[in-house]
């Protein structure tokens, strides 16, 4: 995986890119390019043998101008300001593709959680909530989970932030279990979104996605959900990877069975019903119909842009792509639907959970799968709607031009304080 391309300067050209199309003030737009603040924070967590852990901590609030900052915490060595900053601009622009009330955010902990006990997990968790205690809030900022984040570490912050503020606020954080305020259908709706924005994108593309062969990077919580739902569609999932290397089998993996085979031995590799196995690296150029990056960012670069050699990429992971790699694929007309509409159905999902909350009236899993459905739906309407009418070069561009008109309006109808 290419390491180079900073995901902050990556963010900063597709503003660029997109605000060339917009009649939008040059100032506003630079207001638009930068987070409103940024928390860094040194978190100390007494470790098991008694020592004492230093831990760097970020939590980034990019634009708050349509509603409260929204967005997840990563737990990750990789984790840095640049790429938190990045991270929650993504999500001010994720939120107004999708036309639900919030602004951007992003945190994450600098940490490789397998080094860790659950109780150090838990203590790292509280000793983080407790810092982001002044800054979140139901109306203020909403964290959800992100990579190697869940359902645990959600209700841990939950409870601190409660405890603290001797209160119940359950909106205070999305991605929770159903048991403590979690809307059904959180867990699948990424890659439910995923999905969805594959099937609108063929059926745009005058094709069907039954037809079409998939290969899959990354299978964690986007990556095995978009894969299992594609394969719902009737589509062929030929590939899949994580961390460890890629599995292939040309008739189709059984995605249910790799899960479970992952569940069991941690990694999708050795899986029995698979014909090959390559690396990681591979998977990404192979001559597949569709193809899902669902790991981290910058997973291709300008070189394996050249490689790919997949029709159509639907992003289920935030950033995959380099802004070269999308010069690239759109001079190779390689379609490519962007993150922040493809991956919007996590945000989405945690936007109906705060709903819930803030009414204490919950859902069925059949009509939040009902909402999330209508709202992407719409969304890539929107999305083709000003790819048409604004000669973008591609459909990132023209998810930019949407969201960045939205979230300027809403800044411009505000006005400036003090
Ligand atoms: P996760 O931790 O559940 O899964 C990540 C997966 O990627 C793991 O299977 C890991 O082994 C794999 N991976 C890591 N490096 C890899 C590599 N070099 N090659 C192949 N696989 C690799 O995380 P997730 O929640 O599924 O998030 C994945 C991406 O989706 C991230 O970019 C995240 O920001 C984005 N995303 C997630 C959500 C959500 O609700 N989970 C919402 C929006 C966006």
Not at 7 to 26: C, K, T, W
Not at 168 to 196: C, H, N, Q, Y
Not at 209 to 233: C, F, H
Not at 239 to 260: F, H, K, N, P
């Amino acid at each position: 995986m290419a390491e180079e391309a900073n995901p902050f300067e990556s963010l900063q050209e597709q503003i660029d890119d997109a605000a060339a199309y917009l009649d939008v003030d040059a100032d506003v737009i630079e207001r638009l390019k930068h987070p409103e603040r940024v928390l860094e924070t040194n978190l100390t967590v007494e470790l098991d043998d008694g020592s004492l852990g230093r831990f760097r901590a970020f939590r980034s609030q990019f634009n708050g101008d349509r509603g409260p900052y929204k967005g997840g915490i990563r737990y990750h060595p990789g984790v840095s300001r640049d790429e938190v900053k990045a991270l929650s601009g993504w999500m001010a622009y994720k939120t107004a593709i999708v036309g639900i009330p919030y602004g951007g955010g992003k945190g994450g902990i600098v940490v490789d959680p397998k080094e860790h006990s659950e109780d150090e997990l838990e203590r790292l968790t509280r000793a983080f909530a407790t810092e982001l205690r002044p800054l979140i809030g139901e109306d203020r900022d909403i964290p959800a989970p992100d990579v190697n984040t869940g359902q645990r570490e959600m209700n841990w912050i939950k409870d601190t932030y409660e405890t603290l503020e001797n209160t119940t606020a359950p909106g205070v954080i999305t991605g929770k279990a159903i048991e403590s305020g979690g809307s059904a259908g959180r867990v699948e709706a990424t890659g439910r979104s995923t999905m969805l924005t594959a099937r609108e994108a063929f059926d745009y593309l005058g094709r069907d996605v039954s037809d079409a062969t998939v290969a899959v990077q990354g299978y964690g919580n986007a990556g095995w959900i978009a894969a299992n739902l594609l394969e719902e569609q009737d589509a062929t999932v030929v590939a899949v990877s994580d961390s460890s290397g890629a599995i292939y089998a040309e008739a189709g993996l059984d995605t249910q069975a790799v899960r479970d085979h992952k569940d069991e031995t941690g990694s999708v590799v050795d899986f029995e019903g698979a014909e090959e196995e390559f690396s990681g690296e591979e998977l990404l150029t192979l001559d597949v119909d569709l193809l899902v990056p669902a790991a981290l960012e910058n997973a291709i670069d300008e070189e394996l842009a050249r490689e790919v050699e997949a029709d159509v990429i639907v992003e289920a992971a935030n950033g995959p792509l380099t802004p070269d790699a999308d010069e690239v694929l759109t001079e190779r007309d390689v379609h490519v639907f962007p993150d922040i509409l493809a991956n919007a159905g996590g945000v989405t999902v945690s936007y109906f959970e705060w709903v819930q909350n803030r009414q204490r009236f919950y859902w069925d899993e059949e009509r939040v799968n009902e909402e999330l459905e209508s709202v992407i739906v719409n969304a890539f309407e929107e999305l083709v709607e000003a790819y048409e009418s604004h000669d973008v070069p591609n459909f990132r561009t023209a998810a930019y031009v949407v969201a960045i008109g939205r979230v300027a309006q809403a800044f411009e109808e505000s006005g400036v304080f003090p």
